[in-house]
């Protein structure tokens, strides 16, 4: 994965990543801030990638101790990532029944 | 390029760019819901570019699959049961926890990297130089996101309290000497790679992280929580650069920025300074000797006499705080508040930013019990109507309805936005008793003629209120 990736290309990366994630949160209504906070904090147990990356690259040359750690991590990045993404739609989902239910008593 | 190259570039930009329209959609709240489903493929579709990319190029060991399998399905059994299991109440605490989390997999893998080089990104000269400078970015962020949010969690569930000793000027020379303590053993271990300064650095930043967050008074940990939540953003950049992932650097440098974005935005909200909030230490812990003084001339009355005022009300806005969230009352309160509607009673909720303990955690709340959506009203839209409100009820709120943040310059909380429902006819604030509010400071409306306090626990005071109020006969009209 890292033979692609020079160090130059690595920067270029993080910066227009940076600039990205900065336009894309502009005006947040505060009902929001709760769950889109939540939802950005699942996105960032993205780390499961790298904790995937450690325990092949473990894998391949037999280092049984690194694989656990390796595992580890993959556990603490799922439980933030499976956590987060169905709590915030255990929270989102309460606002969307809203309308639905308005109509019925009315 | 053979094919799998291809495939796992077009899965790459994919799932980058479903993530940046997940994060983009979580902004609004009619494509919120969808949103967070499209971020969520979008990392499934990331974890398998990952395996595609292993299973065309080295393979991947079956001994590997196992540990994989396995990191898999206690960490995400775990994850969906804690999503499941946890009450709508604990919210910014559950964010820390999760958040934490997050940040320990950076740092875990960073160590791996450190004290087994082969695993990581493979380069000589600068790239030695960069990958020691990701691996000491990915150890320290990752173990200050992980123990500022376990210290922020304890905080908000009650298990932590603010130290004597670091409500003093001596917390500030502790966690200088912990920054310097990190710098070197992230020099040493950048420029010699020995064990000793990894340890140094972890331990280093790990306390850091305690120390900073444990000065942070309650009312400011949501704030916390969405800074360590860009922190983890930074640590799973780094540790993109540590394992060689373009899509790591990508997704962690976006959540990164968007953290930091919505953590100005909550400041904005509760009129604070991001700076304050950090190094400010605990608000109240300065409130002057004249905020902690006795009440006076408060008026106390039953839930009886409460109905009463109710029954003749033209206009009846309720004020919800987390109090009411913590006696579970919201749906009790959604039944008062049905009870009056079909007397013809106009009635509405005035939704605080930062009411319930982080901004739009009230609404959340309140959706649990079913309370429609178009009578939360924002504070700004409804802080003029007060005038014309007949009936306010304060339920477990105290500081968002505090005067003093309006007219007392010498209040910590002057210049806080908040609710004006003294300019209402009536006032009732439904409390246990008379104890400051979170910020710890004494609320002067509590003393105001028009103010009267209906002691006792929200939930049976509503219950009470719902019972007198049906006595009354109040709702029969067009139920019935």
């Known amino acids: ?106 | 390029m053979t094919a799998a190259v291809v495939i796992k570039y077009a899965i790459e930009l994919v799932a980058v760019l479903l993530l940046a329209l997940g994060i983009k959609g979580l902004s609004k709240v009619r494509s919120a819901r969808a949103a967070n489903q499209i971020a969520a493929v979008a990392l499934a579709l990331a974890v398998l570019g990952v395996l595609i990319n292993f299973l065309s190029t080295s393979g991947i060991d079956s001994s590997a699959w196992l540990w994989i399998i396995g990191g898999t399905v206690v960490g995400g059994l775990l994850g969906a049961i804690t999503s499941q299991r946890v009450p709508m109440t604990a919210m910014p605490e559950t964010v820390a926890l999760f958040n934490g989390c997050g940040g320990m997999s950076s740092l875990l893998v960073a160590l791996g990297v450190a004290l087994d080089p082969l695993a990581g990104s493979d380069g000589e000269g600068t790239g030695a130089l960069v990958a020691g400078i990701s691996i000491v970015v990915s150890v320290f962020v990752g173990a200050i996101t992980f123990s500022g949010s376990v210290v922020a969690m304890g905080k908000l569930q009650g298990w932590l309290d603010t130290p004597a000793w670091m409500q003093s000027k001596l917390r500030h020379v502790i966690n200088i000497g912990l920054a310097a303590v990190s710098l070197v053993a992230a020099i040493a271990l950048i420029a010699s790679g020995g064990d000793q300064g990894l340890w140094l650095l972890v331990i280093g930043s790990s306390l850091l992280g305690i120390g900073v967050t444990l000065s942070i008074g309650g009312a400011d940990m949501p704030v916390v929580i969405s800074l360590l939540n860009s922190y983890s953003g930074v640590a799973a950049a780094a540790a993109g650069f540590v394992v060689g992932s373009q899509m790591l650097i990508v997704a962690g440098a976006m959540v990164g920025a968007a953290g930091l974005i919505l953590t100005q935005v909550m400041c904005n909200a509760m009129n604070r300074s991001l700076v304050n909030v950090l190094f400010g230490g605990a608000l109240g812990a300065s409130a002057s000797a004249a905020d902690q003084g006795e009440y006076q001339g408060i008026t106390s009355c039953s839930a009886e006499e409460c109905a009463l005022t109710l029954e003749t009300a033209q206009r009846v806005v309720f004020v919800p705080g987390y109090g009411l969230a913590v006696a579970q009352a919201q749906h009790i309160l959604r039944e008062v508040a049905e009870l009056l509607e079909a007397q013809g009673i106009d009635v509405a909720y005035a939704i605080h930013p930062v009411a319930g303990r982080m901004p739009g955690h009230m609404n959340v709340l309140l959706a649990e019990a079913d309370v429609p959506y178009e009578q939360l009203i924002e504070m700004e839209t409804i802080n003029p109507e007060f005038p014309r409100t007949d009936v306010v009820i304060v339920l477990g709120a105290n500081d968002v309805v505090n005067p003093q943040a309006r007219n007392d310059s010498s209040s910590p909380l002057y210049g806080m936005p908040v609710l004006n429902v003294e300019e209402a006819t009536t006032v009732f604030v439904v409390k246990r008793g008379l104890s400051a509010g979170y910020a710890g400071i004494k609320n002067s409306l509590f003393e105001r003629p028009n103010t009267s306090m209906v002691f006792g626990d929200a939930k049976k005071v509503l219950s009470g209120l719902a019972q007198e109020l049906r006595e009354l006969g109040v709702g029969k009209a067009k139920v019935g």
């Open chain 1, 1 to 106: 994965m890292n033979d692609a990736l020079s160090l130059n290309d690595a920067l270029w990366v993080l910066l227009l990543g940076s600039l990205l994630g900065l336009e894309l949160i502009g005006k947040v209504p505060p009902t929001l801030h709760t769950p889109l906070m939540s939802g950005a904090n699942a996105i960032s147990g993205i780390t499961v990638l790298a904790a995937l990356t450690l325990i092949i690259k473990a894998g391949s040359s037999g280092n049984g101790g690194l694989m656990a750690l390796g595992a580890v991590s993959l556990g603490f990045a799922l439980f933030n990532v499976i956590g987060g993404f169905l709590v915030t739609d255990r929270m989102l989902a309460m606002f969307s029944r809203k309308p639905a239910r308005q109509k019925e008593k009315r």
